[in-house]
């Protein structure tokens, strides 16, 4: 089994190369589990919310079921990652400095962003 840890800071580009396959593989319990390879960056909008930018402009949000303490306030986290996947309700995240854990909750597509000239 392979064991990898994530630093992620928001606005921080995850080190790897891109991969051409960025689509989310459901799992068991309609879990989604996200490709570690295809994540771009991350981006932590409050306490609760977590945007995951993929390569190819997709951004998966991630709602935590409570609020996650000083969150915002140190712009980062860390998880453990197995078999390369980030998966919802299954995994937990560490704050940064902090060390709080949080358990990740629900994955959703956002809409795609409209493009205004």
Not at 14 to 29: C, F, N, T
Not at 39 to 64: A, C, E, F, P, S
Not at 93 to 106: A, D, K, N, S
Request: proline share 6%; aromatic share 6%; hydrophobic share 40%.
């Amino acid at each position: 089994m392979k064991i990898a840890v994530l630093i992620l800071a928001a606005g921080l580009a995850l080190p790897g190369i891109a991969s051409a396959d960025e689509q989310a593989a459901p799992a068991p319990s309609n879990n989604v589990c996200l490709q570690v390879s295809s994540i771009n960056y991350t981006q932590v909008v409050d306490d609760r919310t977590i945007l995951y930018h993929m390569y190819g402009g997709k951004v998966w949000r991630n709602t935590l079921p409570r609020r996650c303490l000083d969150l915002k306030f140190e712009n980062g986290f860390t998880e453990v990652v197995h078999a390369n996947e980030v998966c919802s309700h299954l995994q937990t995240i560490y704050v940064l400095r902090t060390h709080t854990p949080c358990m990740l909750g629900e994955f959703t597509l956002e809409p795609p962003a409209v493009k205004t000239e």
